[in-house]
């Protein structure tokens, strides 16, 4: 849990030392300002998120209070979540593709604990991708089939070894180095999808590079 604390802090330092450039410049254009408003604004996300990663963790050893659930729309969480990464996925040479279907995915759920899965996997793909080559393209598709809304977050990275697949959603299984993860970020996610009725599930790409796969059941209302 530490480590999705760790995710919106790093988007608030990002955010916070773009706005600290601009501001050295002294001298703002009108597209300037309009740039650190939407700073701000990210800034101002990555703080909420802090405060519903707190409530998780509460939520975790059984102290937190019960969050009733919403009508959430797929495509507008999924775009939320590329508009506060837009800046570290440019900074790290990291492409963005979308195809998102023009269904509306309408799932009942906890907006913010939906939020977590997309950040927890696309910073994932993220660090594959940088890790990997220095840069990637990070492909993200929604579709409907049936009574089912599908998200796909394709990655360039190296892919996942054989070995481990099914092993990357236990809980402190991890791969990365000691103070780069803490083995947590997929379990949560498996859990939070299990708790909204859904599924996930990964593979490695035939084209190089990985893709999870995430299912919910969709609503008309």
């Given at each position: 849990m530490?480590?999705?604390?760790?995710?919106?802090?790093?988007?608030?330092?990002s955010?916070?030392?773009?706005?600290?450039?601009?501001?050295?410049?002294?001298?703002?254009?009108?597209?300037?300002?309009?740039?650190?408003?939407?700073y701000?604004?990210?800034?101002?996300?990555?703080?909420?998120r802090?405060?519903?990663?707190v409530?998780?963790?509460?939520?975790?050893?059984?102290?937190?209070?019960?969050?009733?659930?919403?009508?959430?729309?797929?495509?507008?969480?999924?775009?939320?979540?590329?508009?506060?990464?837009?800046?570290?996925?440019?900074r790290?040479?990291?492409?963005?593709?979308?195809k998102?279907?023009?269904?509306?995915?309408?799932?009942k759920g906890v907006?913010?604990?939906?939020?977590q899965?997309?950040?927890?996997l696309?910073?994932?793909?993220?660090?594959?991708?940088?890790k990997?080559?220095g840069?990637?393209?990070?492909t993200?598709?929604?579709?409907?089939?049936?009574?089912?809304?599908?998200?796909?977050?394709?990655d360039?990275?190296?892919?996942?070894?054989?070995?481990?697949?099914?092993s990357?959603f236990?809980s402190?299984?991890?791969?990365?180095?000691p103070?780069?993860?803490?083995?947590?970020?997929?379990a949560?996610?498996?859990?939070?999808?299990?708790?909204?009725n859904?599924?996930?599930?990964?593979?490695?790409?035939k084209e190089?590079?990985?893709?999870?796969?995430i299912?919910?059941?969709?609503?008309?209302?």
């Amino acid at each position: 849990m530490v480590h999705e604390i760790n995710n919106p802090l790093c988007v608030i330092s990002s955010n916070a030392e773009e706005i600290k450039d601009l501001l050295d410049a002294k001298r703002l254009s009108e597209k300037e300002i309009i740039e650190i408003r939407e700073y701000v604004d990210v800034i101002s996300e990555a703080v909420k998120r802090i405060a519903n990663y707190v409530d998780d963790m509460l939520r975790f050893i059984g102290k937190h209070q019960q969050v009733s659930k919403e009508t959430i729309e797929i495509n507008s969480v999924v775009k939320t979540i590329i508009g506060l990464k837009k800046m570290d996925l440019k900074r790290n040479n990291i492409k963005v593709a979308t195809k998102l279907t023009g269904a509306r995915l309408l799932i009942k759920g906890v907006k913010h604990q939906i939020e977590q899965v997309f950040l927890n996997l696309i910073n994932n793909a993220e660090y594959a991708m940088r890790k990997h080559m220095g840069k990637g393209t990070l492909t993200i598709i929604t579709k409907k089939e049936g009574n089912w809304g599908i998200v796909e977050i394709n990655d360039t990275g190296p892919g996942i070894p054989e070995d481990i697949l099914q092993s990357i959603f236990d809980s402190f299984f991890t791969t990365k180095p000691p103070g780069e993860g803490t083995g947590l970020g997929l379990a949560i996610v498996k859990n939070i999808v299990k708790e909204h009725n859904g599924t996930v599930e990964v593979r490695n790409r035939k084209e190089g590079g990985a893709v999870f796969i995430i299912t919910f059941p969709v609503t008309e209302k």
